[in-house]
Each structure stands twice: as C-alpha cells, then as structure tokens.
C-alpha cells in the first residue's frame, strides 16, 4: 500500500530536494532549525574537516548547471492520458508506452514508480553536432520561460510540436553544456526510481563518454560505477574511414547498490558445453583438463610426480609451479579428480567437473556483434515489423534485440514481474526485447517505455513521428508472438501495452500569482466551485489519482456498481474511486465493504455539503480515509 498522503500532497510532483532535506533532517535534525538548513550546526555534526566550502577541487562544471538543478527540483502538474485507440487490451496489459516529453513524464512517473525500477536502458542523443534534443537553457532563456516552453500543449493535451526541439549545433558556444542540462535532471530522477537491486545501462560513443561518466559519478556516486561495455557495433571496418573505423559504442552501467548488485550469470553457450567430456566414465558426470601449474610461486609447488605408468617427472616445467601442495594433489589423486591420460603416461591435470562449476557465464565487458547483433542487424529487424515507403528513412542507429536481452539476461530474473524502462524509446527496440526474452523464459518482465513526438523526415508519408513508429512496431511483435508456433512459452492471452501521452492535469490549478485585482481573485475562486476540469473525462481522473496516490498504471482496477452508480476499486478493494455520481443509498454499500480509504471528487455530491457530511463522518466512524477532491 503506497504511503499516506495528506490532500495536498498529489497537486504536483515530488520535488527531489525536498526529499532530500527531509531525508537530511531524519538523519540529523540538529542542523536544521526553524526548517531551514543551519550550515554551521551541519558542519558541527559532520566535522568541519569534512566539508569542503570552496577553492580548488575535483568536479564537473557547466555553463547552465545551476539552472539545469532549478529544472529538475520544479514539480509538474502534468498527468498522463489514456489512449485506449493507441493500446492493445489496455485493462490486461502488463507494458506501458507513453508519448511525451521524457523530463515531465519522468516526474510524473516518479511517485509511483519510486525506488520500483530494476532495469534502466537509455539511448540518449549521442551529441554529434546533429542531434534535436529539449535542453532546460539558451543561457538568454529564463527557468520559467523554459518550463512554459516544454508544457505547452494543443487542447487535445498533446505536446506542441513547433520550437519543442533544438539542434544542438557544434558551433554553439555551450555545445557540451547543453547536452549536460538536459541529461543530468533525467538521470537523477532515473536513480530515483531504480530499486535498491537496480541498474543502470546507458549507451554513448566518444563525443560525450568522458563527460557522462563525471555527471553519473556525480548523482550515482563513484562507488556505484559497475563496468564500461565495448559494444562491437559493426561487422566490418568502414573503408572510408579518415583515421580510424569506428567500430564500437560505449554502454556505461552503474548500480543504484553497488554492494546490492549482482549480475546473473548468462546462459553457458553450446562451445562452452563442448568442452566438457567424460573419458574414464566419472559417475560425476562431464569434466575438463584444467592445468595442474602455472607461472605463480608457490613454496610448496616443486616436488616430484611418479605417474600411475611408473614415469617421474621431477617437478613442474622450468618457471612454473604446482598449483597445490604435494599432500593436497595426493587428495585429488585418491578421489579420481587428477587425469593422467589415457595411458596413465600423461602430465597430471586436474579435473574441473561441470556440475560444480558456476551454471553459466560471468559476464565480459567486450560484447561481440556474433553474441549481441550490430546494427546493420538491428535495422532489419526494424524493417521487418515496420513497412517504411523507403528504406532511407529507417533509423541510423537502432539497437539489436539481442544487445538489450543482454542487459535483461544480467540484470532482471524470470520469475518476477521486475520493471524496465527506457526513456529515449526510439523505435520501440526494448520493449520487444522483454516481449522476446519473457516468451523464451516465461518472464514476467514488466515495460515502461516513454518516448517524444519527435517528428521523422517530411517525406515519410506513413508515419508523423517515431513514437507512432514504436507503437507500431510493438502491435507487429505481439502479432509475431501470437502466431508463432515455435514458442515453448505462449504470449499470454491478454498481452498488450497501455498507450498513454503527457497533458495537463484534469484538475484545476491556483493561479494566485497572476492576481492583482479583486475582480481577478473572485474569478479564480469562482472557477473552483468544482476541482476537475469542464469535460474531464472519468477514466483519465481515475488514472491521474492512481498515479498521485502512488499506484503503479498497470494497477488492475475492478468496476463496480453500487445504488446505480459506477465504482471503481484497487488494491484488492482497500480503496474505492466515487467519481461519476453519488447518493445517500451508496453509503452503506461503500461502508460495508470496508475499504482503507474512499477517494470522491467534490463534484459529485452536487453542491450538497449535507451527503458530504454523512459519508465523511460514517468513514470516520467505520475507521476509514475519506478523501475529498
């Protein structure tokens, strides 16, 4: 059950400093007083050896940096919107897609999604001069300018699409800042919402790894950096190269723990397998020859060995020693674990069986285009599920299903519906990898996917954006998994992804800062006779407070009907939604099934402060949250 909050609390997004003060003043409550930050009692409490409050020092700096923080701590009212037309069995869907500025949504997801996460994977603008991408400064732009900039939506709650990216050009005087602005609010918000468990994976190349490095050490901390993957990203060398073929990109990871994380081990491939033998038909089952010595002194590893056909070898080969004390190879010899070859003339090797060896593969950090896929691969798998009017027109650089089942395979198991989310979706690559990956090991792998309206090139006649581009491609996989008679693991019969996009909040917002006349505030108070909006439709309400109250969207929801009247119910019945009409018969039905908490819209009991009263007092009486909106 999601933590309780007072009314208030759900108007707008957490803001991350607060969290973090608040986390502060549970940790040492000494340094604050009146509620504001006593500098001299915190250094008092840490030791002022330990606080470093200026000159020279070891960090990463920006143009825009302080405002890129002012961005990230600004709450958001935004909500996201059901978009039945767009999903595929919405009501049983286990995956998510979500079209919209990734930034909003990110702390829109934030609550509900809080320290849920267990596998990130971004594809963030690789910044090579190139690239469109919303940043939250043009050093000439106010915070306030840049936040109206981003919300600016059509009527219908969509992102306008007109002035929302910026090319971020080489020849701009902040061309690394602002790749930095934008990056560093959604990675903080991404630790956020990884769990304890969780990891990170971030693919980049050369023109900014060097940078995202320093700002995940900055908000991940240096002791939770876990590997730098070299992914072989072609197959061949580019010819027209003018120094070097690059053949590679980069994949930084890094664990919310690093202490709490483990990655699994990946399945033993069927050359690993053949190397395995059972020559002298061992009732332990298949084993290998493994070296007896090596290059490492050791005191006790230079004695004689008389082999089982009378040959004496008097020690290890010149340079080298016995891996273990003579007293120590004469246990091995007596419980069969030394090969001396099919003769018995051979140079003793120790016998590795398979069954006591680790049941798969300890990961590399080379990660091969055989074992991973490249991207040539990628862009036909693209091609495949997708039917662009030209092949120009695919994506540059997708990413292979096989390099993100990769990440699944290390970092997520099977046998719990574990979160991933990517928040630079593209084409949809690694929602089909989890749709893939579940269907091979009956996964219960769960997807959030959030990708931006970015429009594609004006002569794609079929598709507006790449966001459309994705959803289509998921129905294309779902379709694939359904026909397929191959699979040991059926795609569930309800299988499907919820389609939502950012919009405003279908409540109304206090404006007070723009009052300046008595008429002013009498309309403003006049407009909050009722707290939703004219038109608000009930379903996207219901979805707002889930995710307000801290509710995951893919939270099953049971519809009922009580005195006539929809219902709507979550968390096994603990609380009740009372959003389309309400009348004194409901009271005793909604009492008797003993809920936690009732959540009603103001609006529902028709300007009658009477039937408001008689349900909030029965709550009170029953032991039961009333929440009025």
Request: include cysteine; hydrophobic fraction near 35%; charged fraction near 30%.
């Amino acid at each position: 059950m999601p933590k309780k909050e007072n009314d208030h609390d759900i108007a707008t997004s957490p803001n991350p400093a607060d969290l973090k003060r608040q986390a502060l003043k549970d940790l040492l409550p000494e340094a604050f007083t009146e509620g504001r930050i006593d500098v001299a009692a915190l250094k008092r409490a840490l030791g002022e050896e330990s606080v470093v409050e200026g000159g020279e020092r070891y960090r990463l700096d920006w143009v825009g940096k302080s405002e890129a923080y002012k961005v990230l701590q600004a709450p958001t009212t935004a909500t996201l919107r059901p978009r039945r037309g767009q999903s595929v069995n919405f009501d049983t869907a286990s995956h998510v897609f979500i079209e919209g500025e990734n930034l909003e949504t990110l702390k829109v997801l934030q609550k509900a999604y809080f320290g849920k996460v267990k596998l990130i994977y971004i594809d963030p603008p690789y910044n090579t001069g190139n690239d469109h991408f919303v940043y939250p400064d043009r050093f000439q732009e106010s915070k306030e300018d840049y936040l109206k900039r981003i919300n600016e939506l059509d009527d219908d709650g969509s992102l306008m699409r007109e002035g929302f990216f910026r090319k971020n050009s080489r020849e701009s005087g902040h061309y690394h800042s602002n790749w930095l602005s934008m990056m560093l609010p959604r990675l903080y918000i991404a630790r956020n919402l990884l769990h304890e468990q969780g990891v990170i994976f971030v693919s980049c190349d050369d023109h900014e790894v060097h940078n995202l490095r320093c700002l995940m050490d900055e908000i991940f901390g240096a002791e939770n950096f876990v590997a730098t993957v070299i992914w072989q990203k072609v197959y061949s060398p580019k010819n027209t190269a003018r120094h070097f073929s690059e053949d590679h990109d980069f994949i930084l990871v890094y664990a919310r723990n690093a202490d709490l994380w483990t990655p699994e081990l990946l399945p033993r491939s069927d050359e690993m397998q053949a190397r395995y033998g059972n020559e002298d038909n061992d009732s332990r089952g298949p084993w290998k020859a493994s070296d007896l010595s090596a290059r490492n002194f050791y005191s006790q590893g230079t004695y004689s060995i008389k082999c089982p056909s009378g040959r004496v070898i008097d020690g290890p080969p010149p340079g080298m020693y016995w891996r273990v004390s003579k007293k120590k190879f004469e246990e091995l010899d007596a419980d069969g674990r030394i090969w001396w070859g099919v003769d018995g003339n051979n140079t003793p090797a120790i016998k590795r069986f398979l069954s006591e060896v680790k049941q798969g593969k300890v990961p590399q950090t080379l990660w091969a285009y055989k074992e991973v896929g490249h991207t040539q691969k990628a862009k036909k798998e693209l091609i495949s599920l997708v039917e662009f009017p030209n092949s120009d027109l695919v994506f540059d650089t997708p990413k292979p299903t096989q390099l993100i089942r990769r990440m699944l395979q290390l970092a997520t198991t099977a046998d719990e519906p574990e979160i991933v989310m990517d928040f630079f979706a593209g084409s949809g690559t690694t929602l089909e990898a989890v749709l893939r990956q579940n269907a091979e090991d009956d996964g219960h792998r769960q997807c959030i996917l959030v990708q931006l309206p970015e429009p594609l090139d004006k002569d794609n006649s079929e598709f507006s954006d790449i966001a459309q581009v994705a959803r289509t491609r998921i129905r294309a996989v779902l379709d694939d998994l359904r026909q397929s008679e191959d699979l040991v693991n059926k795609l569930p019969e309800g299988e499907g992804f919820q389609a939502y996009s950012l919009a405003p909040s279908n409540f109304r917002q206090w404006r007070g800062e723009d009052i300046e006349t008595g008429e002013e505030l009498a309309e403003q108070v006049k407009l909050f006779t009722q707290s939703e909006k004219d038109g608000a439709e009930a379903e996207a309400v219901l979805h707002e407070l889930l995710l307000k109250l801290g509710y995951e969207l893919t939270t099953p929801i049971e519809f009922l009907e009580i005195a006539g009247h929809p219902v709507q119910a979550i968390d096994q019945g603990k609380v009740l939604f009372v959003l389309e009409g309400f009348t004194e018969a409901m009271i005793d039905p909604l009492i008797e099934r003993k809920p936690e908490q009732i959540v009603t819209l103001d609006s529902v009991f028709q300007d009658s402060d009477q039937l408001k009263s008689n349900l909030s007092l029965q709550c009170r009486d029953a032991g039961i949250r009333f929440t009025c909106l």
